[in-house]
């Protein structure tokens, strides 16, 4: 936790830490800086921490700066310095690499942290080794993850979210069950039998790894449905309770997997069976040994194209991935403790005032990051000089795309706006925290970068604040009429980022 933070000023003027900067003259285009403040005065932000920062992105000039330099949590707007920390120092064209190798009586399948291995690229590695003629392995099939350390997720995580599949366990040995990614999880699916009859239930990928203990029934037809699937901490058990009524669609629901290694070991070695691969001994984990001779291997998509699901769907194990996979290539450690630093280093030299910036993670989840707004749109300008940020600045979430590869977090809101097409920017969402920075082009053709951060107030997150600075810094009239998007609450009353919402709940 931030125990005190120095005040950076920026070009053009500074407020204190309750008002509007003065708007240096012919800096903004009208009433910018009155338009913002009547903006902000919304009643809902009483007793609210709100950060919120407008620069010229080309000049870095200070259009507006609402306690830029307060502290503030920035949920997933952590993973704008994530991102571009893992572009600097590993560069676009990076890859995870996954082989299997053979040495004595044993098959080893080792890992570097590759979130998008599903079960059809296990089964494809399966198929390669069978085709090298391998029809036996007489000893142990070892999992190899120690490309990374065995530690499986970050310190300040809030237990009763680790079942869920936005708090999924990083390790590099791995496996995704969809194709967004969602490395460390498995699909549960649920179906109503006959009422009165248990529901059925289904893993996938098929594994052993994880069991299953159905408590659930089918209820009446038009009943409600009050099922649940949970897995406590610790465990591979996934507990179904509740009822589903009769006729109803079959519902899905992602949950964590405990020790994701022996999950992805699992896939593979029933792929290895299903191309007739037999193996005799037992799946552990292990190291590698040297001069073990590699027979199939697999490399990912670039990084470049990873970071379109990672932003725009604000995924958190691909955060913490590249925070270790950082620490391996800038200290030799695959570890958030070798990571951590070596992000910061590359921020400080994007001109981040890193006396100002705690990340406890890279994800955003953690709940004592820290960070400023004046920060994050120093970041932002700074990122504009760099090769790689034409595919960095793609791979942000663009308001009112409704494709959710493009749109990413921003595809349900600004639509029909100034802003739709135009604002490219990174979304964040805990309890009590709301966050979106980045660009917009306004009227004049001037691009701006903005970054706005909401913290401490009640009730859902006021995302219809963030989207009327954004349309009115796009060109849109101040007073523009736009919704708060649906609720995103999870059980308790927290908002998460809406792609991390279980999708199983009535």
Same mark, same amino acid.
């Given at each position: 936790m931030i125990?005190?933070?120095g005040i950076a000023l920026l070009v053009g003027g500074t407020a204190g830490l309750g008002g509007a900067a003065a708007v240096p003259a012919g800096a903004a285009t009208g009433d910018l800086a009155a338009d913002l403040d009547a903006i902000l005065k919304d009643g809902?932000?009483?007793g609210a921490t709100v950060d919120a920062v407008v620069r010229d992105a080309g000049t870095g000039r200070s259009l507006y700066d609402?306690?830029?330099?307060g502290p503030v949590m920035p949920a997933s707007n952590n993973k704008l310095q994530t991102s571009?920390?893992?572009?600097d120092i590993l560069g676009t064209g990076y890859r995870f690499r996954t082989a299997v190798l053979v040495k004595g009586r044993n098959l080893y399948l080792r890992g570097t942290g590759d979130t998008t291995m599903r079960a059809a690229e296990y089964d494809r590695l399966a198929a390669a080794v069978a085709a090298r003629g391998i029809k036996k392995v007489g000893g142990d099939l070892v999992a190899d993850d120690t490309w990374f350390d065995a530690k499986r997720t970050p310190d300040g995580?809030?237990?009763t979210d680790l079942q869920y599949a936005y708090a999924g366990q990083t390790s590099a040995l791995t496996i995704s069950p969809n194709d967004t990614f969602d490395a460390g999880s498995v699909k549960v699916s649920v179906a109503p039998g006959a009422a009165g009859a248990p529901v059925k239930v289904g893993l996938s990928p098929a594994t052993g790894v994880v069991k299953i203990d159905n408590r659930a029934t089918t209820g009446p037809a038009g009943s409600a449905s009050t099922l649940a699937v949970n897995r406590a901490n610790g465990g591979n058990t996934i507990v179904v309770t509740g009822s589903l009524p009769a006729g109803a669609p079959a519902a899905e629901v992602l949950r964590t997997v405990e020790n994701p290694t022996l999950y992805a070991a699992d896939v593979f070695r029933r792929a290895l069976k299903?191309?007739?691969?037999?193996?005799s001994g037992a799946t552990e984990r292990g190291r590698t040994p040297a001069g073990a001779k590699q027979v199939a291997a697999r490399t990912s998509?670039?990084?470049s194209k990873l970071a379109v699901p990672f932003l725009k769907l604000s995924n958190n194990v691909i955060a913490e991935t590249l925070v270790k996979a950082v620490g391996r290539k800038a200290a030799g450690k695959g570890t958030w403790a070798a990571g951590l630093p070596a992000i910061r280093t590359d921020l400080k030299k994007l001109g981040v005032d890193t006396s100002q910036v705690a990340m406890t993670d890279g994800s955003g989840l953690n709940r004592s990051n820290r960070t400023t707004s004046r920060q994050l749109s120093t970041l932002l300008r700074s990122v504009q000089k760099r090769p790689w940020f034409p595919s960095w600045y793609a791979a942000l979430p663009i308001a009112g795309r409704t494709d959710p590869l493009v749109g990413g977090t921003l595809a349900a809101r600004m639509g029909g706006t100034a802003a739709a097409g135009n604002v490219h920017a990174k979304t964040g969402t805990l309890t009590g925290v709301s966050a979106l920075s980045g660009y917009v082009t306004d009227p004049d053709g001037r691009k701006l970068v903005f970054s706005v951060v909401l913290n401490g107030y009640s009730g859902p997150a006021p995302k219809d604040i963030e989207d009327k600075i954004a349309v009115r810094l796009a060109g849109g009239a101040s #007073?523009?009429?736009? !919704?708060?998007? #649906?609720?995103?609450? !999870?059980?308790g009353g927290g908002n998460l980022e809406p792609t991390w919402v279980d999708g199983l709940r009535p």
């Open positions: 125990r005190s933070i809902r932000l009483t609402r306690n830029g330099a571009s920390a893992a572009f995580w809030d237990p299903a191309h007739g691969v037999r193996v998509m670039p990084l #007073a523009t009429a736009l !919704r708060a998007p #649906a609720g995103t609450a !999870r059980t």
